[in-house]
Nanobody, 122 residues
């Protein structure tokens, strides 16, 4: 059973950087589309960035040029490198996987991690 696990969240000052990691024991992430989603208090969960099985990437407009999604297939990891962080990036970040997905939307992903908190504050 696919079960993503996130790590790497924390507290960072505005302008700082964090790298989130997604792993999955017992399953190969390279067989799945992987997405990073976030949910801030009082807001709906939104797609931040997704990467397809063949490496195509998507970024929501608010993170373009600041965030980078990547795969490390030998390590069975997917990363979200976040730079120039802003207070509005504060949210719980989730890693999700789907075997057939093509859209970076929470409605299309079947397997979800528990989330990791990212707080951007001075």
């Amino acid at each position: 059973q696919m079960q993503p696990v996130e790590s790497g969240g924390g507290l960072v000052q505005p302008g700082g950087s964090l790298r989130l990691s997604c792993s999955a024991s017992g399953s190969r992430l390279n067989f799945y589309s992987i997405g990073w989603f976030r949910q801030a208090p009082g807001k709906e969960r939104e797609g931040v960035s997704c990467i397809s099985v063949d490496g195509n990437t998507f970024y929501t407009d608010s993170v373009k040029g600041r965030f980078t999604i990547s795969r490390d297939n030998p390590k069975n990891m997917v990363y979200l490198q976040m730079t120039s962080l802003k207070s509005e990036d504060t949210a719980v970040y989730y890693c999700a996987a789907d075997a057939v997905n093509t859209r970076c939307s929470p409605d299309y992903y079947d397997y979800w991690g528990q989330g990791t908190q990212v707080t951007v504050s001075a």
